[in-house]
């Protein structure tokens, strides 16, 4: 079992045997406080000292040092520290990551493995009297809503991520969006590949528009081709001035 990670396990669990249609199933929610993300602390972590109190011992200690205990760059950095109103220690003392596994795709190809979706918990880390579990309960509902309405799918054509392990998962907007500038990038290379064919044939003297075969250009064609797509472009530019003037 320990050489399978979970991420593995629970993919291969999740998706087995469902289809697109199936409802969306969950694993359990997994709290970890905050501190949980920094090593030493992970390491290190005591309920009777928890790691604000740490590092509130630490500036008292390296203040009471001066300079024989600190450097000037540390000092600096302690006089400015807000002690307990510091964000960090805040976080530290107040926020969990709620982590959990979400099968809403069809039964996933080898080597393809479901998200672990995260999302913050504020609720009080080490106090007795603190329900983690409620507090995160309208976060894990405003979280799925989300999910359910913004829709989303495993990407099939997107290549954002270069490990093959990884599963990618769009929204549904993006999705279309993505679906929608293909269309309009295979439009615009047509429309721009008629636009060069065009002057290409009135540049080389070519009896066909379209199909154009090029050999490399002399200095003297290049120069031409240029002094054509300048004409163009003045001429254009004429013409929406003359339609603005008229206007």
């Avoid at 399978?4 to 998706?15: A, E, G, K």
């Avoid at 190809?109 to 995160?136: C, H, I, K, N, Q």
């Avoid at 976060?139 to 809503?145: A, I, K, S, V, Y």
Wanted: with cysteine; net charge positive; hydrophobic share 40%.
């Amino acid at each position: 079992m320990n050489n399978m990670p979970d991420q593995v396990l629970l993919t291969r669990l999740l998706t087995a045997g469902r289809k697109k249609s199936d409802s969306w199933v969950r694993t359990c929610v997994v709290f970890r406080p905050f501190h949980a993300t920094y090593e030493a602390f992970a390491a290190q972590y005591s309920v009777s000292r928890p790691p604000s109190e740490r590092i509130l011992e630490r500036r008292d200690r390296e203040l009471a040092g001066g300079a024989d205990g600190t450097s000037m760059g540390s000092t600096r950095f302690w006089k400015d520290f807000r002690g307990e109103a510091d964000p960090y220690v805040q976080m530290l003392n107040s926020v969990w990551y709620a982590n959990f596994f979400l099968a809403s795709v069809p039964r996933l190809d080898f080597e393809r493995y479901l998200p672990r979706l995260e999302f913050l918990v504020p609720s009080l880390v080490y106090s007795p009297g603190g329900d983690t579990v409620a507090a995160a309960q309208a976060h894990l509902e405003r979280l799925l809503g989300g999910l359910r309405q913004t829709g989303f799918d495993v990407s099939v054509e997107h290549s954002m991520y270069r490990d093959r392990s990884t599963l990618e998962v769009l929204p549904a907007l993006v999705s279309r969006a993505h679906d929608t500038v293909k269309i309009w990038a295979q439009e615009l290379l047509s429309r721009v590949d008629e636009y060069l064919s065009a002057i290409l044939t009135r540049v080389i003297s070519a009896k066909r528009a379209r199909g154009v075969r090029i050999r490399p250009f002399t200095k003297e064609e290049f120069r031409l081709l240029h002094e054509a797509l300048k004409q163009e472009r003045l001429r254009l530019v004429g013409a929406s001035e003359s339609e603005e003037l008229n206007s």
